[in-house]
Every structure is written in structure tokens, then in C-alpha cells.
């Protein structure tokens, strides 16, 4: 990744978001469309997909898709004063598990995990992302 994924949610609610599902994740790595106005990518999971029920799996599909500049209509521009960083997606390597390091280094090839994008939630806005997400949660209204 050559530049940050920064992972969002509306600090309000505001008209501007109407497009938005509610809990839906939406990332950005800063480019900006107008002075005020950040382009993102989002997505919330719009048809129930059960690979798609934690915030954190709907972060990393919208920062493949950022990373990617992949044509979506999960894509606008929002300003950024409305917008609450939570997180981070980062590209990380999954270790090995332990009880398989003593196996011959052919063997092991198969253990090997490509880097995958991970979500790293921030602890200082969680109250915050926990309630967002729970407006996403139909049995929860």
C-alpha cells in the first residue's frame, strides 16, 4: 500500500450520508476532490452477505476496492469535518503457528499466507463505532 487506509465513520448524521447503509464502513487514504471534500470508497453490505457482517470485513472490501480504484457505486465524496476516523486497514503477513516452526522449510511452504488487509480498529472512538455498528443490526431496533 503506498499510502494509508484511514477507515471512517459519519461524525453526524447528515444528509450527506444518505447513500449509506448504516453501519457501513467507509475508507479513504486523503485524496482530495475539492478543498473540503475527500473521495472514499464504503461499503455496507447492502445484500446481507454473512462474509460481511463485522464492520471490520466491510472495511477491508472498501480498501481493496480504494486500492484498487475499482469502478463501484460505493464510491463519492464526502466532507471531511463530517467524517470520524476508527481505524486503519494495513496489508499484514500471518505468521506461521507455532507447533509448525520444527517442520522442514519445504513443508512450511504450505503454511505460507500471502499479506492479507487486516482492519486495526483505534480505541479512542470505539464508544463511538460500536454505535454505528449497531444501527446496522436489525434485531437490535
Not at 463501484?72 to 503457528?97: N, S, Y
Amino acid at each position: 500500500m503506498s499510502k494509508p487506509v484511514t477507515v471512517y465513520i459519519p461524525k453526524e448524521n447528515h444528509p450527506v450520508f444518505a447513500c449509506l447503509m448504516p453501519g457501513s464502513a467507509i475508507v479513504a487514504d486523503g485524496q482530495m476532490v475539492t478543498p473540503e471534500d475527500m473521495l472514499v470508497y464504503y461499503e455496507g453490505n447492502r445484500y446481507n452477505d454473512d462474509a460481511l457482517r463485522a464492520f471490520g470485513d466491510r472495511a477491508v472490501i472498501a480498501a481493496g476496492r480504494l486500492m484498487e480504484r475499482y469502478p463501484t457505486i460505493a464510491r463519492g465524496a464526502f466532507p471531511v469535518d463530517l467524517l470520524l476516523p476508527v481505524g486503519t486497514v494495513e496489508l499484514r503477513k500471518e505468521e506461521v503457528p507455532p507447533e509448525y516452526r520444527h517442520y522442514p522449510k519445504h513443508v512450511l511452504k504450505r503454511f505460507e499466507r500471502r499479506p492479507r488487509l487486516t482492519f486495526i480498529p483505534f480505541t479512542a472512538h470505539a464508544g463511538a463505532l460500536s454505535a454505528w455498528c449497531k444501527s446496522s443490526d436489525p434485531s437490535l431496533h
